[in-house]
C-alpha cells in the first residue's frame, strides 16, 4: 500500500509538470520568449574611469566642463580631485562652469569658490585657449551635455579647443555624451558664408552626432583653422545607439529645462531671428511662441526678467499672445519649419517679422530660407532643396558614427 501510494505520488507530479509545460507553450511557445530583457542603462564617457584613469594620471589637466559634466551626481571636478588628478584648470564656456550665467552675458575668469581651481572663460572675443594658458597643462578633457544643434555653441567651442590643442601640441580627451536629439537628422547643410559661433561647419540644423563623432568629423574632414590635426582620444558611452530615448539628467543651460524643451529647440530657436517671443523670460523657454498682437492666438504669456535665465528677455513686461506647445509629447518632436511659417503667415506687418540683419539666416543657415517662406513656398518645397545635399552629408556621416 505504500508503494502505490508513492507510485500515485509521483505519477501525479509528473501529470503537473506535463501539463505546465503544456501551458505554457499555449499560452507564450516558450518561456524565454516571455521573459523581457531589460535593457541595459547608458553610460557616458565620463563613467569610464577605468579605460581613461591611466591616460590621465600624472598628468596636468585642463578641464572644460559645466554643471552637466557629472557622474552619478558628483561632478567631474570633484571625481578627479578625489582620485588625485592633478586639475590646473577649468576653462569655462557658455553660461559658466556652474551653469548659471544667462545666455550671451559676460563670463569673467575666477577661482572656484568650492576648490579654489582657477577659472578661464573662453566665452570672450578670442574663444581659443592662448598658448600661454595651455603651457602648464598635459592634456585637455571635454565633457559638456550637447544638444545635437549645430547653432548650440558647444561644438563651436569644442573646434577652437581642437585648433588650440593641435597648435600646441596638446592631446584632446573628449568624455562622450548621449545626443537627445540623436535618433534623426534635418535641417540645410550650412552656407559657409554664413559661418559664426551659431555655425562653423557644413552640417545640417540638426545634425544626429554625440560631441565625440563630431570631433572626429572636424578632423577627419580637415575643418580646423590651421592645418593641422588634433591629438584626440573619444571615451565612447556604453549601452548607447543612436535609437536610444535619452533625458539629460541634468539640464544642459539654463533655458532648456527638460526634455521637451531641448526637443523642441532646434525649431524654436529660429525665433531668435524674428520679431517674436520664444518665451524667454518665462519658467517654459523654447516651448512658447508669442507676441504682443491678440490676432495670434488665445495663449498669453509675460516675459521678465528671471536670474540666470533672462536679464533682457524680448517684449520684457508686455504680454505676449501665441501659442503654448507644453502638451506635446517630447519624443515625438522634430526639427520643423512649420511655427515659423504659421507665424509668419499670420503676422500683420510682415515686413517686420524678420530682423532686419538677417538673424534667421545665420540660424539655419541660408538665406534662401527666408526668401522662400516670403514667396509663399510650403514646408515639403523648401525641404526639396536641401535633399541631395543632405544625402552627401549622411555618407560623410557614416565614417564617424561610433554608435549604431
Not at 525649431?267 to 523654447?286: K, N, V
Not at 533682457?312 to 520643423?336: I, M, S, W, Y
Request: hydrophobic share 35%.
Amino acid at each position: 500500500m505504500k508503494n502505490l501510494k508513492q507510485i500515485i505520488f509521483l505519477l501525479s507530479m509528473i501529470y503537473m509538470v506535463l501539463s505546465c509545460s503544456t501551458d505554457t507553450k499555449f499560452k507564450g511557445h516558450n518561456i524565454r520568449e516571455n521573459i523581457k530583457t531589460k535593457p541595459k542603462q547608458i553610460e557616458t564617457g565620463a563613467e569610464q574611469i577605468q579605460d581613461y584613469l591611466p591616460l590621465i594620471t600624472n598628468k596636468r589637466i585642463a578641464l572644460v566642463v559645466n554643471q552637466t559634466s557629472q557622474i552619478k551626481g558628483k561632478h567631474l571636478l570633484d571625481t578627479f580631485l578625489n582620485l588625485k588628478i592633478n586639475v590646473v584648470k577649468i576653462f569655462a564656456l557658455e553660461h559658466g562652469f556652474r551653469g548659471n550665467v544667462s545666455a550671451g552675458e559676460t563670463i569673467k575668469n575666477s577661482r572656484d569658490t568650492q576648490t579654489g581651481v582657477e577659472v578661464v572663460s573662453l566665452y570672450r572675443k578670442d574663444k581659443t585657449p592662448t598658448a600661454e594658458e595651455l603651457k602648464d597643462i598635459d592634456i585637455v578633457v571635454f565633457d559638456i551635455q550637447d544638444v545635437g544643434v549645430r547653432f548650440y555653441t558647444y561644438i563651436s567651442s569644442l573646434s577652437y579647443i581642437m585648433e588650440a590643442c593641435a597648435n600646441n601640441g596638446k592631446e584632446l580627451l573628449v568624455f562622450d555624451r548621449p545626443n537627445p536629439n540623436g535618433d534623426y537628422v534635418a535641417g540645410p547643410i550650412l552656407d559657409m558664408k554664413y559661418k559664426s559661433f551659431v555655425g562653423m561647419f557644413p552640417i545640417p540644423v540638426v545634425h544626429g552626432c554625440t560631441v565625440g563623432e563630431i570631433a572626429m568629423m572636424i578632423n577627419g574632414e580637415n575643418w580646423l583653422a590651421v592645418n593641422k590635426k588634433c591629438n584626440l582620444k573619444v571615451v565612447k558611452c556604453k549601452n548607447y545607439t543612436h535609437d536610444s530615448l535619452y533625458v539629460p539628467p541634468v539640464k544642459p543651460s539654463p533655458n532648456l529645462p527638460d526634455y521637451l524643451s531641448i526637443r523642441l529647440y532646434p525649431s524654436i530657436c529660429l525665433f531668435e531671428g524674428t520679431c517674436m517671443s520664444l518665451g524667454r523670460g518665462t519658467y517654459f523657454p523654447f516651448k512658447v511662441i508669442g507676441y504682443p498682437d491678440p490676432s495670434l492666438g488665445e495663449f498669453s504669456f509675460v516675459p521678465q526678467v528671471i536670474d540666470s535665465m533672462a536679464k533682457k528677455p524680448d517684449h520684457e513686461g508686455v504680454k505676449c499672445f501665441g501659442v503654448d506647445l507644453r502638451n506635446l509629447e517630447a519624443k515625438d518632436q522634430k526639427f520643423t519649419l512649420k511655427y515659423l511659417i504659421e507665424f509668419y503667415n499670420k503676422f500683420s506687418d510682415k515686413n517686420e517679422f524678420f530682423n532686419q540683419n538677417g538673424g534667421i539666416s545665420w540660424l539655419v543657415g541660408k538665406s534662401t530660407v527666408q526668401d522662400m517662406i516670403i514667396e509663399g513656398k510650403s514646408e515639403i518645397e523648401i525641404v526639396d532643396t536641401w535633399k541631395h545635399e543632405m544625402e552627401e552629408y549622411m555618407k560623410m556621416r557614416k565614417k564617424y558614427l561610433l554608435y549604431p
